[in-house]
């Protein structure tokens, strides 16, 4: 389950209706207008915690195991185990010197997630290698994706001209591969009018949206605080993860018309080498979406709580 605060209701069509003829006089229905934009939207999720910047992701877990945001999600900033705050590790973690080592099934009682860095698809490829099934739409028939992986030996795949990767040619409903794949490092694919869907069996690994042309996923290692064959409730709150606007009726986030419209201005100055001009927009558009976090929250007051040793905090049970 996810809970998103704030969510655009900014579209592409809405935000080219409005601008584009600001920006681009000659062509207002050129594709290079929705580049810009992702620009613009690219620097806000870099640069600001702006109205629904964040996310929070619900999951269960029985065993030790992992968990994989889901695309528009990048990181995790906090989590909870059962209600309780717990602690999120780096990629190290299991390699510190005087740490836990290995975190297995056999480790019970920690409670933490444990960052495994990025990942090409969003489910872990099933123990036996197979073809894959790539499905699309017939408005993107004829565009080409890429898909980078490891064949039945575990060896990594080659094209015909020593390309890494096996290039699939779309063809609606669903096309498969040629090579069998045991497992996926990436997949490439253009900008398309409909989402593409790569799957292996019945198990879906990837649903990219029209707008992403390199999926990245991330991807968790999840021990258990209950112990195992117990089961352990954890909720998350995430970064998001730019989405990139392809179509009219792509959303946009954050969906803060003013802003995207002194981002804009940015980026025009920016490239015709007047920075300070560009800083003095692109500091206006970020002190907008400032204002608007500020109003979102309310009077909401932030409190942080600590323990000595820095490790399992406690439940907050109430705000003076």
Sequence with gaps: MITVHGLSSVTLGKVRSLYAAKFLAHD?????????VNEVAERFHMDSDWKGSTAVFEFSVSEVGSVTLPLFLDSVLQAQFNDSPRPTMHNRYEFLTHGVGQVDATISGLGVLIDQGNVGIATEFPNTPAVLSVASSAADDGKEVRILGLDENGVEIYDDDGVPGELVTLAAPTVATIKQFSNILGIQKPATSFPVVVSVGSTELADIPPGVTNPVYRRYKVAQSSGVGKTDYVRAVCSRQLIPVANEEDYIVPGN??????GLYSIVYEESNDLERAEQYWAKSIELLNKDMEKHRGGAIPLATFSPSGFGIGKTRGMR
């Design 257 to 262: 018309l003013s802003a995207l419209k002194l």
């Design 28 to 36: 207002t229905s050129a594709p290079a207008f929705a580049n810009m």
